[in-house]
C-alpha cells in the first residue's frame, strides 16, 4: 500500500530564518506530488505541484520554492521565512492524470508559525 | 477567488440528524471530489463524482452534481458525533493538474 510520509510536524521558526518541509511518498512510482498551504480555518491554496522529477509548477509567486530531487521526494524550502508564511502547509499524492478520475492523498501536515 | 465555495460555512446538528453542504464553483469540471478534514490533521477523501453524472452514493453519504447550475451537495445522513469535521469540495478542472479547493464547511455533530 502507498503511504505518505511528512515532517517535521510541527516548527517554530524566526522571521528571516530558512525553511525545509519534507515529504516521500512510498508504495508508488511517478506520482504526481502537491504542496498546499491552509492558513487557519480556511481552505487550501495550492502552491506548487510537480510531475515528474524537475517537473515544477510553480501556483503563487512568493518566497517559497520547492524541489524534487528524486521521484517520491518533494520539498518545500524559503530563504527568508515572512510571518506570512505561518500556516499548515500539506503535501499530497495523485496517480497519473487527475482528469482519468484520481484522488489526492494528503501528508498529515506540517504546522509552521513564524515569530 | 476560490473555484469552490462552500455553504454554509459552519453547521451544527444533532447526532441523528441529516447534514447537508453545498458547493458552487465556476468554470467546467472533468470531476468533483468531496474530502473530510479533523481538525489539525491531513485530508482525506470521501468521494468522487463526474461531471457526467447526476448522484452517487456512498454508504451514509450522498453526492449530487449539477452541472447547469455548477452546484454540488454533500448530504450526510444520520449523522454521528464522529462525523465532526470540516468538509471540503474540490474540483479536477479541464486542462489543470491540480485540484481546486473550496473554503470548507466547518460541521459540528452534537451528541
Known amino acids: 500500500s502507498q503511504t505518505i510520509h511528512q515532517w517535521p510536524a510541527t516548527l517554530v521558526q524566526p522571521v528571516g530564518s530558512p525553511l525545509s518541509l519534507e515529504c516521500t511518498v512510498e508504495?508508488?512510482?511517478?506520482?504526481?506530488l502537491y504542496w498546499y498551504r491552509q492558513a487557519a480555518g480556511r481552505g487550501l491554496q495550492l502552491l506548487f505541484y510537480s510531475i515528474g522529477i524537475d517537473q515544477i509548477s510553480s501556483e503563487v509567486p512568493q518566497n517559497l520554492s520547492a524541489s524534487r530531487p528524486q521521484d517520491r521526494q518533494f520539498i518545500l524550502s524559503s530563504k527568508k521565512l515572512l510571518l506570512s508564511d505561518s500556516g499548515f502547509y500539506l503535501c499530497?499524492?495523485?496517480?497519473?492524470?487527475?482528469?482519468?478520475?484520481?484522488?489526492?492523498?494528503f501528508g498529515e501536515g506540517s504546522w509552521l508559525t513564524v515569530v | 477567488s476560490q473555484q469552490g465555495e462552500e455553504d454554509p460555512q459552519a453547521l451544527s446538528i444533532q447526532e441523528g440528524e441529516n447534514a447537508t453542504m453545498n458547493c458552487s464553483y465556476k468554470?467546467?469540471?472533468?470531476?468533483l471530489q468531496w474530502y473530510r478534514q479533523n481538525s489539525g490533521r491531513g485530508l482525506v477523501h470521501l468521494i468522487l463524482?463526474?461531471?457526467?453524472?447526476r448522484e452517487k452514493h456512498s454508504g451514509r453519504l450522498r453526492v449530487t452534481l449539477d452541472t447547469s447550475k455548477k452546484s454540488s451537495s454533500l448530504l450526510i445522513t444520520a449523522s454521528r458525533a464522529a462525523d465532526t469535521a470540516s468538509y471540503f469540495c474540490a474540483t479536477d478542472l479541464e486542462g489543470r493538474r491540480a485540484l481546486t479547493f473550496g473554503s470548507g464547511t466547518r460541521l459540528q455533530v452534537q451528541p
Open positions: 508504495g508508488t512510482s511517478n506520482p504526481n
Open positions: 499530497a499524492w495523485s496517480r497519473d492524470r487527475l482528469g482519468s478520475g484520481n484522488t489526492i492523498y
Open positions: 468554470t467546467s469540471i472533468n470531476n
Open positions: 463524482i463526474r461531471s457526467n453524472e
